[in-house]
C-alpha cells in the first residue's frame, strides 16, 4: 500500500501548516489506526498523533492544545492540522495506517515517505 503525503514547508513560528496523507488503493483495505509520526535531527522518531477508525484521537503531550488529527473515510485520508508551531517543531513528518486487504483478518502497518516541516524562530 503506498501513501502519498503532502504539505509540509517552510513557515515562521506561530504559523500554520496542514499536512495530508492519502491512501490511493485505500477502497480495497480495511484502513483502522492511522497516525502521524516525526523524526528531527539526530533524534528518535516520535509520535506526535494518532486516530482510530472510530475517530478517538491520541496526542503527544508536546502538541497537545495545537495539532489535531482527523481523517476523511470517503477519501481514505488523513490530515494534521498544525497552529501555533514552534522551531522544536521541525522535522520530517511520516504518515502510518495500520490497514489489512478486505475480505482478510491480516493487518500491517504503512509507512508514507514523509515531508518536510521546518519552523524558523
Known amino acids: 500500500v503506498q501513501l502519498q503525503a503532502s504539505g509540509g514547508g517552510l513557515v515562521q513560528a506561530g504559523g500554520s501548516l496542514t499536512l495530508a496523507c492519502a491512501v490511493p488503493?485505500?477502497?480495497?483495505?480495511?484502513?483502522?489506526?492511522m497516525s502521524w509520526h516525526r523524526q528531527a535531527p539526530g533524534k528518535q522518531r516520535e509520535l506526535v498523533a494518532s486516530?482510530?477508525?472510530?475517530?478517538?484521537?491520541n496526542y503527544a503531550d508536546s502538541v497537545k492544545g495545537r495539532f489535531t488529527i482527523s481523517r476523511d473515510n470517503a477519501k481514505n485520508t488523513v490530515y494534521l492540522q498544525m497552529n501555533s508551531l514552534k522551531p522544536d517543531d521541525t522535522g520530517v513528518y511520516y504518515c502510518?495506517?495500520?490497514?489489512?486487504?478486505?475480505?482478510?483478518?491480516?493487518?500491517?502497518?504503512?509507512w508514507g515517505q514523509g515531508t518536510q516541516v521546518t519552523v524558523s524562530s
Open positions: 502510518l495506517i495500520r490497514a489489512g486487504r478486505r475480505g482478510t483478518m491480516f493487518m500491517s502497518d504503512y
Open positions: 486516530i482510530t477508525g472510530s475517530s478517538n484521537t
Open positions: 488503493e485505500g477502497s480495497s483495505y480495511d484502513i483502522q489506526t
